[in-house]
């Protein structure tokens, strides 16, 4: 609650500030969506789609069409049969460069690559109770943003990125992957 609260003061405050901005070239936002587990969620996790959540995902052009990009985002995935009760959970801080071009007036498509932190559980039911095991990480995020310019104000953001860790959650040197589709909504930036 006092995350969203916090991330909901900081929309509220860059909204203010940009009103006196005429170009506004960069977008921080909020997007939501399918995640569709690869490697260990799926075969060892036993991972069916999940759900992908991108609390801070921002983006900002600094020389022409080059800038740079963050997201802050969190991926679950319950297990798709009934032989387990079992949960895989993912988060990340990634940042990294950014790529944009200008289809048109309003849109733009950017293509991103960014590096960070990787948190990871895997928590699962068994005969005496419930067991967990996680692991922090490094990993990376490839993928393309389309934003769409709607007002002065605010865009629509639609991403698919790929995003892939190392995790010892599953087993000794791990992986964990996703494909993530994403649509919400973004504030302008200047």
């Not at 799926?42 to 992908?52: A, E, I, M, R, Y």
């Not at 959540?53 to 991926?75: D, Q």
Request: aromatic content about 12%.
């Amino acid at each position: 609650m006092k995350m969203f609260l916090s991330i909901l003061t900081l929309l509220v405050a860059l909204k203010s500030l940009s009103q006196t901005i005429e170009d506004k070239k960069g977008y921080i936002g909020i997007t939501l969506g399918p995640a569709f587990p690869l490697a260990d969620i799926k075969d060892k996790g036993d991972g069916g789609t999940g759900l992908n959540i991108n609390l801070v995902n921002f983006g900002y052009p600094v020389w022409k069409n080059v800038g740079f990009c963050a997201s802050l985002f969190s991926g679950a995935h319950l297990s798709k049969t009934l032989r387990e009760d079992a949960l895989s959970v993912y988060g990340a801080l990634l940042a990294g460069p950014m790529l944009s071009s200008n289809l048109s007036e309003k849109s733009i498509l950017h293509m991103r690559a960014m590096v960070g932190s990787v948190y990871s559980m895997f928590e699962y039911a068994h005969n005496s109770g419930r067991s967990a095991s996680e692991s922090w990480t490094y990993g990376y995020s490839v993928g393309l943003m389309y934003r769409y310019n709607y007002s002065k104000t605010w865009c629509l953001l639609f991403n698919a990125d790929y995003f892939s860790a190392k995790s010892s959650a599953y087993d000794h040197l791990g992986e964990i992957a996703a494909i993530n589709v994403n649509a919400g909504i973004g504030l302008r930036l200047k």
